[in-house]
């Protein structure tokens, strides 16, 4: 696979089958995705990686919290900015609703769409979990070279036939993953990622998600 090929075939996998990632594979992307480039090769980024009996074990203590506190603990940062603007709002909007169509999830039936987000919290029933921390004393653009990690491993995790899932809705859960993973004070959670083998029958991993035309989004100054 070339990068082209690991670029396009990479989109959010919300469906996994139980098939096991090995240990060493993972280890592996990291160990690669370490060459991700940062400002002043700071690499601000952490990871946790759940498998296995901590991955169930964490699980089972979310589930169990979630039925108490079904919107969760808060966030420590805004996922989205307040008020959200044109066209962001929009493409979230849609973005929203092509995914809920998948599953012919109508926008009435809110229990059913609280129960697929909810999802989220199961890690889509992937067999690995990575945890991405950033230090506190860090700002906007040592959160953009975590980004730039993050798709690294993404892009690897494709070479190697896994798929992924970003989760910025553990920021939701950002007390109890701290606590469960013993983070000392200075590190905040940024998000999740699920990792593992993408279940091809589930309808919701049908959904392409659109992207703005390059014109849209570039101006070339080339003339
Ligand atoms: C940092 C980050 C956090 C995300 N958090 C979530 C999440 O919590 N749950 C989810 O289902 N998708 C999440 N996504 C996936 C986005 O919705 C997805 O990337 C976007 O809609 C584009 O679709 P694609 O990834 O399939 O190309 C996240 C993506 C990123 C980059």
Redesign the pocket.
Same mark, same amino acid.
């Given at each position: 696979m070339n990068v082209t090929e690991a670029v396009e075939t %990479?989109?959010?996998c %919300?469906a996994f089958l139980d098939t096991p990632v090995p240990l060493d594979m993972l280890r592996e992307i990291l160990q690669i995705a370490r060459r991700a480039p940062s400002g002043g090769n700071l690499q601000p980024w952490q990871v946790h990686v759940l498998a296995g009996a901590p991955l169930r074990e964490f699980v089972t203590l979310i589930r169990s919290k979630l039925d108490l506190q079904p919107e969760g603990e808060g966030t420590e940062y805004d996922v989205y900015p307040p008020n959200l603007k044109e066209p962001y709002r929009s493409r979230r909007f849609k #973005?929203g609703e092509d995914l809920y169509a998948t599953l012919s999830i109508t926008r009435a039936e809110r229990p059913r769409r609280l129960a697929q987000f909810a999802r989220?919290y199961e890690f889509f029933g992937a067999p690995a979990a990575l945890f991405f921390v950033i230090d506190r004393a860090m700002g906007a653009p040592q959160w953009a070279d975590i980004?730039m990690f =993050?798709q690294t491993i993404m892009l690897l995790a494709r070479e190697r036939g896994l798929h992924t899932?970003?989760?910025?809705?553990?920021a939701s859960w950002h007390r109890t993953v701290a606590e469960f993973l013993r983070l000392p004070p200075e590190l905040m959670l940024f #998000?999740g990622m699920a990792v593992g083998y993408r279940d091809e029958q589930a309808p919701i991993n049908r =959904? %392409?998600?659109d992207r703005a035309a390059v014109d849209e989004l570039a101006t070339f100054h080339t003339a």
């Amino acid at each position: 696979m070339n990068v082209t090929e690991a670029v396009e075939t %990479r989109m959010s996998c %919300r469906a996994f089958l139980d098939t096991p990632v090995p240990l060493d594979m993972l280890r592996e992307i990291l160990q690669i995705a370490r060459r991700a480039p940062s400002g002043g090769n700071l690499q601000p980024w952490q990871v946790h990686v759940l498998a296995g009996a901590p991955l169930r074990e964490f699980v089972t203590l979310i589930r169990s919290k979630l039925d108490l506190q079904p919107e969760g603990e808060g966030t420590e940062y805004d996922v989205y900015p307040p008020n959200l603007k044109e066209p962001y709002r929009s493409r979230r909007f849609k #973005c929203g609703e092509d995914l809920y169509a998948t599953l012919s999830i109508t926008r009435a039936e809110r229990p059913r769409r609280l129960a697929q987000f909810a999802r989220n919290y199961e890690f889509f029933g992937a067999p690995a979990a990575l945890f991405f921390v950033i230090d506190r004393a860090m700002g906007a653009p040592q959160w953009a070279d975590i980004g730039m990690f =993050l798709q690294t491993i993404m892009l690897l995790a494709r070479e190697r036939g896994l798929h992924t899932c970003p989760q910025e809705a553990w920021a939701s859960w950002h007390r109890t993953v701290a606590e469960f993973l013993r983070l000392p004070p200075e590190l905040m959670l940024f #998000c999740g990622m699920a990792v593992g083998y993408r279940d091809e029958q589930a309808p919701i991993n049908r =959904l %392409r998600t659109d992207r703005a035309a390059v014109d849209e989004l570039a101006t070339f100054h080339t003339a």
